[in-house]
DNA sequence: TATTGTTATACTCTATAACTATA
DNA sequence: TATAGTTATAGAGTATAACAATA
């Protein structure tokens, strides 16, 4: 264009530099994970478990925001590589419960070490009050959001 | 798990809470624009067009790191709806040269419209310093990943 | 009859590969 | 022969819908 109509602003809000940021990063950190056989809904599922108990497969849907089909094929690929166990409710036999195994737990820190390192390249270019400033302010924000989170 | 272990960091790790919040803006940002008959790529390719001059097809493939069937698919429909035009390089007649339109750029306004509404949202829990610092490192942030810079 | 999990199927988004036309 | 664009096809990711087991 550049016929003298002011330039969209968009590039400039929130919302688009989220959104960009956000896929760049989920990107690179999907391309670290993947060495471990993952993908970032296999990291959801896993960081789910790692906070409550042990779930059904009903209630992981819920929180992960996805179907339950969904769950069952993320389940069926943790248990296949030994990260989480899935037995039968004996008090209702309809109900899997899905629970972190030792394995889960440490493929869940390699996970957080591929996260940090991906935290550190992209932090490098602010002071550290900036990134004080940027934790404390997404630390706000993912948790006011946080009731349907996962991992896109 | 909760076995004594220690509880994964991962979900305070910068990459995850812009990877979380991202998908969400990304999800509000795409439902509020389909009521213009626009997806985020759509928006993107839109943008770039804002901001450079007129451009052909494979350059714009380029500046939103996809390939260039897809760009073939966006300008399709933005050219359907009058956002944008699309005339052979007279001098290159292999070239498709597109160009922003007055109604494409009315159709960014909305969509920038929509943006500020997310951010009022999404911002609303900070102050206003905690507002401008978030600004401030996003757009460092967004400057130095700008290469490659699309909406998912 | 209602609910949990599962399977089968379809849909969306995007990439790869083959093709056309210009150069 | 190489390049811009296009078309045809395929793959990844996820949802919808039908189904089986259990309540």
Chains 1, 2 share one sequence.
Do not use: W
């Amino acid at each position: 264009m550049n016929d003298g109509s002011p330039p969209t602003g968009l590039p400039q809000t929130v919302t688009v530099q989220l959104g960009t940021l956000g896929a760049l990063v989920a990107d690179r950190f999907a391309k670290q994970i993947e060495a471990y056989g993952l993908k970032p809904k296999h990291v959801a599922l896993l960081i789910a478990l790692s906070h409550g108990v042990a779930a059904s497969q009903q209630e992981l849907a819920g929180k992960l925001a996805v179907v339950p089909s969904l769950v069952v094929a993320l389940a069926d690929r943790l248990e296949q590589c030994g990260a989480i166990t899935r037995v039968r409710d004996p008090t209702d036999r309809r109900r899997q419960v899905l629970a972190l195994t030792g394995e889960g737990a440490r493929l869940l820190a390699r996970c957080e070490t591929a996260a940090r390192a991906i935290d550190d390249e992209l932090l490098a270019a602010l002071s550290a009050p900036e990134r004080a400033a940027l934790r404390h302010a997404l630390r706000v924000l993912a948790e006011q959001a946080d009731p349907k989170t996962s991992l896109h």
